[in-house]
């Protein structure tokens, strides 16, 4: 390109000539290409090529560069971040290579990105999730919802998912099936997109201030780590830890782990696994209820019979104990007989014995009762003696 002078001595070009210059310049400058690391904003998608910017916050302001993905690197870059389960998406925050170009017709430079560093992306979302996690853990949010009660018998479930998917309607077939009369309210919201954590928000709140409601089901199926990066935000977890109701959480797949889980009352694997651990503790309770009952049935059972042989025995004795009580008043009474016969004096004297008295009829029992020349009455068996005392021998 023939430079031209200004009569000052400086480069001197149209704006065309300008615009090839600056083109030019930069592709010296960057020969090979440049990184660039920011925040995605303004995401849009126009045919096969895709649109946004990089902003940065610095203390200068908000800094901001095009981004231009066009349809032969595209496919590339979306391949990429798809294998570690990330999608480009507002706020996503990217380190991109590419070269700057600016395009004249727009007077707009832009870097026309052709690859993308995925592990400096999972690298800050980690960072962000570990700070988050860490601020939640100290200010006690992630044991709120734990420390409320689980209901003995909750029956009536509130479910917050999307209408559409696969995740709750297996899980509903699971509570359908297990005979356990489950009373669903269900809140529809999405679970990914920019809408996401908003209505899932709602969805916790509104839950929270009714008053039939005994634990809050959370569900959502797997997905890529872009697809469950709404159950990663504050909002979420705080409207979990915030919750009057217990809440279950049935969010991914086996190996996903969100804040969202970590903040509930009760952490499952899949919106599956999530209706069975309701499902296990009511038929949990069914059971203990059911030996309890069972206990009571054999204890009564026992009790009774216990009570019926008492009873017999019982029976029995006051049977028994009248006619055995009368035999022995009656051994008694001839015992008593036989005594009174032995001591009567008539039965006495017929054994051989006698009874003397004076003639006054006092029994003589020694020999000072008794005096020379005294009349005496001796009864013996069958009649009496009387005699005269001629003679006392002591």
Known sequence: MNELLHDDGRPS?????????????????????????????????????????????????????????????????????????????????????????????????SLIARDVDTTFTLGDLALKREELLRKLRESGVTEKNKRRPLPLVPLRLGV???AEAAGWADARQHLSESGIAFEVSFCAVRVQGEQAVPMVVRALDYFSQRNDID?????????????????????????????KHPVFTGIGHQIDRSIADEVAHTACKTPTACADAVIEHVSSFLVDLQNTASHIANSTRNALQRSRTRLTLSTERLRTLPVNSLERQRQRVALANQKVQLLDPVATLARGWSITRDARGNVLRDLSS?????????????????????????
């Open 215 to 243: 634990i809050v089901l959370v569900m959502r199926g797997g997905g890529s780590k872009s697809d469950l990066a709404a159950f990663d935000e504050e909002n979420i977890a705080l409207a979990i830890s915030r919750c």
């Open 160 to 162: 917050i998912s999307s």
């Open 370 to 394: 008794v005096a020379h020349g005294e009349e005496i009455v001796t009864t013996v068996h069958g009649g009496t003696v009387r005699s005269t005392i001629t003679e006392v021998e002591k």
């Open 13 to 109: 070009f149209t704006v065309g000539q300008f615009v090839d210059v600056l083109n030019q310049v930069m592709k010296q400058a960057f020969d090979g290409g440049v990184w660039v690391e920011g925040e995605i904003e303004g995401l849009k998608q126009t045919g096969p090529n895709m649109y946004f910017t990089l902003v940065e916050q610095t203390s200068k302001g908000k800094m901001t560069l095009n981004i231009n993905l066009f349809r032969t690197d595209l496919p590339r870059v979306t391949r990429k971040l798809s294998d570690q389960g990330l999608q480009l998406k507002n706020g996503l925050k990217v380190k991109l290579q590419g070269s700057p170009d600016y395009y004249g017709p727009f007077g707009k430079l």
